[in-house]
C-alpha cells in the first residue's frame, strides 16, 4: 500500500496521528534534510518511532511512509529486517545476552538461561523478546538473545540498552536484572552511564543533547577494555613494528575471458 502524494517528503502535509504529535514530525523532518535523499533517514526515523512507542508498530511504519514518501511495504521491508527494531512492545530496558560461538563456550548459553528462568514463572520461562513486568513501565525487562556483540576478549558478555556487561556471571547477570527491576541504573563496565530504552533510540535517530557537556564527555571518553588494546600495548613497549608494505605491487593478470 502506498503512501498519499504530497506527504511531508514532497512538501505536502502530514497525515494526523494520535501517538506522532507536532515535535515529533519537527524532529523527523529535521532528521531527513540531513540527507540528499529522503528515504536515506528511514533507520533514524524507525529509531525516532520507537523513542516515542518503545517499538516500531504499524502506526510508526505508516508515520514513516508518509513523512519519506514512501509505501508501507518499503518501511516494512527494513523494519521486519533488522532485530534492533522491536515489532512488540520493549520493556524500559532491552537486556541482550551474547550466545554466539565464544560466549556461548564461555557461558553465555548458561546465563541466557539462567535469565529465563529468573525472569519467567515457574515452568514458563522468558522466552526470546518478551518482557518482564508491564512493557514500558519502571522495571520492566525484556530479554533477548543476540549474535556477536564484537567483545569476544571480554566473553562473556550482554548489553543494557546496547551498553557493555563484560565478563559477565550467571550470579552477576541475576544481580544486574534484579537491580534494573528495582529501578536503579548500574554504571556500565565501560561506555556511557545507562539510560532506558527510549532514550537510547533518540540517540541512535540521531537527536543528541548538544547542550548537555556531560553527556558528550561520557560519549567522547574512551571506551575500550584493557584487554581490547593489550596487543597494541605490547607491540609499543616492546617496539615491535609490522614490515613495511612494498611500494610498488603488480596487481596479478587476470586471465581474459
Not at 565478563?167 to 561506555?191: C, F, I, W
Request: glycine share 8%; net charge negative; with cysteine.
Amino acid at each position: 500500500m502506498s503512501s498519499p502524494k504530497g506527504g511531508p517528503a514532497d512538501g505536502g502535509a502530514s497525515t494526523t496521528s494520535t501517538t506522532f504529535g507536532e515535535d515529533t514530525v519537527a524532529e523527523a523532518r529535521e532528521l531527513i534534510s540531513r540527507y540528499p535523499q529522503s528515504r536515506s533517514a528511514l533507520l533514524p526515523l524507525l529509531h525516532l518511532v520507537q523513542s516515542v512507542e518503545g517499538y516500531v508498530s504499524q502506526e510508526g511504519m505508516t508515520f514513516c511512509a508518509q513523512q519519506l514518501g514512501l509505501s508501507e511495504a518499503e518501511v516494512a521491508a527494513v523494519a521486519t529486517f533488522y532485530t534492533m527494531y522491536k515489532r512488540r512492545p520493549c520493556g524500559e530496558h532491552l537486556v541482550s545476552v551474547c550466545t554466539n560461538t565464544l560466549c556461548a563456550a564461555m557461558g553465555g548459553d548458561a546465563i541466557y538461561k539462567r535469565l529465563q528462568q529468573h525472569l519467567g514463572s515457574e515452568g514458563a520461562p522468558l522466552g526470546h523478546e518478551d518482557v518482564a513486568g508491564t512493557p514500558g513501565e519502571s522495571g520492566s525487562v525484556m530479554l533477548e538473545h543476540a549474535e556477536c556483540l564484537a567483545a569476544c576478549d571480554l566473553a562473556p558478555v550482554l548489553q543494557v540498552n546496547y551498553e557493555y556487561f563484560d565478563n559477565q556471571t550467571e550470579d552477576s547477570a541475576v544481580e544486574l536484572v534484579d537491580a534494573l527491576r528495582r529501578g536503579d541504573k548500574p554504571h556500565p563496565t565501560r561506555g556511557a552511564p545507562l539510560s532506558d530504552f527510549k532514550t537510547v533510540e533518540r540517540r541512535l535517530a540521531g537527536l543528541l543533547p548538544e547542550d548537555d557537556d556531560e553527556f558528550w564527555t561520557d560519549v567522547d571518553g574512551p571506551s575500550q577494555a584493557v584487554e581490547t588494546v593489550r596487543g597494541a600495548q605490547l607491540a609499543a613497549d616492546r617496539n615491535w613494528t609490522a614490515p613495511a608494505a612494498p611500494e610498488d605491487v603488480p596487481l596479478p593478470e587476470v586471465e581474459a575471458k
